[in-house]
């Protein structure tokens, strides 16, 4: 396995290689100019040139993009082209709010939506199933911005339930008073779909032959679903789960920007919005990064999951 | 014995207060509805990093809170400057024994306010190495400066470097000598930009300035979450400002909260979690009951006015335009039939539809290049083209823009007429594009949307890669310069979007400059209108009304035509 794990991350360099190559044209060619925005009122041809010159921009591309492969190296992406503040500051200081309510939200999600799969599954056809499955459609029908807002006016404005918007220094106020809100409002978007696709991942194992085995056994039917079933539609779900992860530090856009949490997904829209290339090109490298580490965190956990997976 | 020592004590520690009035229990909330960037003032520009600069940086001068229409008064000076007959010298004293609030880089010492920080802080607009947003306002205007800029290249400017213009003539009297005479430069200099810094501080906090903002203003930067919270606190320091008998600030703690959703903010506000608020478009008619008849005439909700809600509003000084771009082939020129193609797209453009549809009737239409409140404005010239699209279409039929097989105009030399319109991605631009589409499907002329974001489409402008595109212009002084220079031949690509080149105009701006603010000036900006109008590089578009809310516990609210924030002046009493 150690030579498994060394050989793909070995192949995480060609693969991140390509990533900076991509995100480099994109910029480029669609990513706007900042000195523009720097410039203020003043758009002198010598403000705008002095600007390009202090942002590196007025060097070739192919200097522009070592310095790039240079920050990546190092993980110094120094400042943010538009606050100029340190990028690796403005990371830190997001990254927790954003966890703050993702990591609870996809948590209590996957649970949730575990538990209920597997009992509608094992329900299949009946009434129950139904309702929840048409339930589940719906719910999916409507958009997260909806829920957003009429949760907001709802249960916050009108019931008084939760304050409108807000973030403390305090971990323990932001669980206790303004995390609830925005964990149940994300919650009743994420439930609906994880559900849905988790219900058809239990029922095709229990389609499976080695199910049918169990039963001729006489094994009982808890047994059956917590032992067998549910070990091998745990695979689907830990692919959900891992390509789900690398996307929790970019936060959860909508609900961060109506419930006033400082995480990720506001200063990813901000960035792209002012043409902030040291803070996308952070944003992107370290989301990358995530994203090929827990792929093969994943490969790992299946490997465990399931002896017979061969890490080959 | 005892006793004496305590009273001494006592007696020492108000004087250690200072003027200090502020209580620090008492917070004020308030929200940005956009993320400032910095608080470095000659580094940024954005009205909400401005709002911050104001209260923790004092300019030489300011605006007196209540007077209207607004008035320059002294702020840091014991009075207005002297200045020359000719405008060129101004002679500022500074009051003695205002400070610095505490800072690491004064290393412990109390650090007194010098003109030397003024000439310094004025000085960095000019720096090439910091690319200051408002150097337009500064450059080529000070004796002696162009050659310090000159030697500095690319780098850095030396400050050391004694500039004509630029003068500390002492400790506290500091004289700026211009290369022309200028009779609204005391409101430049009453720009939030324009407020002193201390070199030691800028040099310690070299790598970080926009985080790190040390002033003499009534606040100090208490916490920076760059686009999500901001918190001022009174500054003990500062010096001691009394207005009707109320010693300033009078609120020890002031809470932004950046909420770019309307949602939020307004539901923020109405359950108290702010305490003064614009109101988002998406609420105005749940606040204000709207006169449809007139509606400029607007009161509260009565729900809200029950509460004691108080209710402000007030008239930006601004214009919103759209232009044409001059050097294009196809709406650009001088001749007859562009002037008149231009002409018929601003007949046929519903101004008032979208006054009353996407303002909510909460602006004004505007008529002359300078909005009201500025001095200049003519209330009396009535520059916008009247709504007819019936007459807009004889007119192109007139010139020779004839209607092709296909339905749509031609150019008159029968080529295929097209316009393409700049715009930007968000609802509220959709809106403004479905009744140009309107204007133009009335005119059967094709239109196109050039999509982009702001920077992209204003490097487009640039490189002369666009046809037409709506902006908008705020005082960034209440002098008619500042909006007639839009149109100055100079300043093509530059202010002046349109690159709108007219030797008379040039010509009669120039003479202009030589002017204050008068009968004479003014009839130069008629005769300049009067081209504008002419030669239509612009559509006149609207003027806006800001309506701002504050519950009935906030004392002092009153918004100021000029000031971003007018926190200091406000009391909390619950």
């Known amino acids: 396995m150690f030579a498994y794990i060394l050989r793909r991350l070995w192949q995480m360099v060609p693969t991140l290689f390509g990533v900076m190559l991509l995100l480099f044209i994109l910029f480029h060619w669609v990513g706007g100019d900042p000195s523009y925005i720097l410039a203020g009122k003043s758009f002198s041809a010598e403000t705008l040139a002095n600007i390009r010159h202090q942002l590196g921009l007025d060097q070739s591309l192919p200097a522009q993009f070592l310095i790039f492969a240079r920050q990546v190296l190092t993980l110094d992406f120094g400042i943010s082209w538009s606050t100029q503040q340190p990028v690796a500051e403005i990371l830190a200081s997001r990254i927790g709010p954003s966890l703050t309510l993702a990591l609870p939200m996809l948590l209590v999600s996957l649970l949730l939506s575990v538990i209920i799969a597997a009992i509608v599954a094992y329900v299949r056809g009946s009434l129950t199933d139904r309702i929840v499955t048409l339930i589940c459609t719906l719910a999916m029908s409507v958009s997260a911005l909806v829920y957003i807002i009429a949760g907001q006016y709802w249960l916050a404005h009108k019931l008084g339930w939760f304050p409108i918007l807000g973030w403390s220094d305090s971990l323990a106020t932001n669980l206790w008073r303004y995390i609830p809100l925005p964990l149940l409002l994300g919650l009743v978007v994420s439930l609906a779909p994880d559900i849905r696709f988790y219900r058809s991942c239990f029922i095709e194992e229990m389609g499976h032959d080695y199910v049918r085995t169990a039963r001729a056994k006489g094994l009982s039917e808890r047994a059956i679903m917590l032992k067998h079933v549910m070990r091998n539609a745990l695979i689907p779900v830990v692919t959900s789960l891992m390509m789900s992860l690398p996307y929790l530090f970019l936060g959860a856009l909508l609900l961060e920007r109506f419930f006033g949490i400082p995480g990720m997904g506001n200063e990813v829209l901000n960035a792209v919005d002012r043409s902030d290339f040291p803070v996308i090109k952070a944003i992107t490298i370290y989301v990358a990064l995530a994203t090929m580490l827990f792929n093969l965190l994943a490969d790992i956990v299946y490997k465990l999951i399931d002896p017979r997976v061969q890490l080959k | ?574």
Not at chain 2, 28 to 48: C, H, I, M, Q, W
Not at chain 2, 115 to 135: E, G, Q
Not at chain 2, 393 to 412: C, E, H, I, S
Not at chain 2, 518 to 543: H, S
Request: hydrophobic content about 40%.
């Open chain 2, 1 to 574: 014995m005892m006793k004496k020592r305590m009273l001494v004590a006592a007696i020492t520690s108000l004087f250690a207060m200072g003027a200090q009035a502020a209580d620090i229990n008492k917070v004020l909330r308030v929200a940005f509805n956009v993320p400032e960037t910095g608080f470095d003032p000659a580094k940024v520009s954005d009205t909400y990093s401005s709002a911050i600069i104001e209260n923790v940086f004092d300019p030489l001068v300011s605006y007196d809170y209540l007077a209207r229409p607004a008035k320059v008064i002294p702020n840091t000076t014991v009075a207005l400057p002297a200045v020359s007959a000719d405008g060129r010298v101004y002679t500022f004293k500074l009051k003695p024994g205002i400070y610095f609030a505490q800072d690491a880089a004064f290393k412990g010492q109390k650090r007194e306010l010098t003109a030397a920080d003024y000439a310094y802080a004025i000085k960095r607009h000019l720096d090439p190495t910091i690319n200051s947003p408002w150097s337009f306002l500064v450059d080529g205007r000070f004796v002696g400066a162009d050659a310090l800029v000159k030697a500095a290249g690319k780098g850095a400017l030396n400050y050391d470097s004694p500039v004509e213009g630029i003068k500390a003539l002492d400790k506290y009297t500091l004289q700026l000598t211009l290369t022309e005479g200028n009779y609204n430069f005391l409101q430049i200099l009453a720009m939030p930009a324009f407020g002193a810094v201390a070199r030691e501080a800028i040099e310690a906090y070299a790598s970080n300035t926009n985080a790190k903002p040390v002033g003499t203003g009534p606040y100090t930067l208490k916490e920076w979450k760059p686009g999500s919270k901001i918190v001022l606190e009174a500054n003990p320091n500062f010096r001691k400002m009394v207005i009707n008998g109320q010693t300033l600030p009078k609120v020890g703690r002031v809470e932004v909260s950046i909420i770019e959703e309307e949602q939020p903010l307004w539901l923020a506000f109405i359950n108290k979690q702010l305490d003064i608020s614009g109101i988002p478009q998406a609420a105005l008619q749940e606040a204000l009951a709207i006169d449809p008849k007139n509606p400029l005439n607007v009161k509260l909700q009565p729900k809200y006015a029950k509460q004691g809600i108080q209710l402000e509003r007030k008239k930006d000084l601004e214009i919103t335009y759209q232009f044409f771009n001059m050097q294009d082939p196809v709406v650009g020129g001088d001749a007859k039939e562009k002037i008149a193609l231009r002409r018929a797209i601003a007949m046929a453009f519903p101004r008032s539809e979208t006054i009353a549809a996407i303002r909510r009737g909460q602006a004004v239409p505007v008529n002359y290049v300078i909005p009201e409140g500025v001095a200049g404005h003519n209330p009396a010239f009535k520059g916008a083209v009247k709504y007819d699209p019936a007459a807009a279409n004889a007119l192109l039929d007139r010139f020779g823009y004839k209607v092709g097989v296909d339905g749509l105009r031609t150019l008159p030399d029968g080529k295929p007429l097209s316009i393409e319109m700049a715009t930007g991605t968000s609802g509220i631009d959709k809106q403004w594009n479905e009744y140009w589409q309107q204007a133009f499907d009335s005119l059967k002329i094709r239109l196109t949307f050039k999509y982009g974001k702001w920077n992209e489409l204003n490097k487009a402008n640039r490189q002369n890669k666009l046809q037409m595109w709506g902006l908008a212009w705020g005082a960034d002084y209440p002098d008619g310069e500042n909006f007639m220079q839009l149109l100055y031949g100079k300043n093509a690509g530059d202010a002046n979007s349109a690159s709108f080149r007219h030797a008379e105009y040039d010509r009669l701006f120039e003479a202009s400059l030589k002017l204050q603010d008068g009968a004479e000036r003014n009839r130069l900006y008629d005769a300049m209108n009067k081209i504008v109008v002419a030669q239509q590089p612009w559509i006149f578009g609207d003027t806006r009304i800001r309506s701002s809310l504050a519950h009935s516990y906030v004392k002092n609210f009153k918004l100021h035509p000029l000031l971003n924030t007018t926190w200091r002046y406000i009391d909390i009493q619950k």
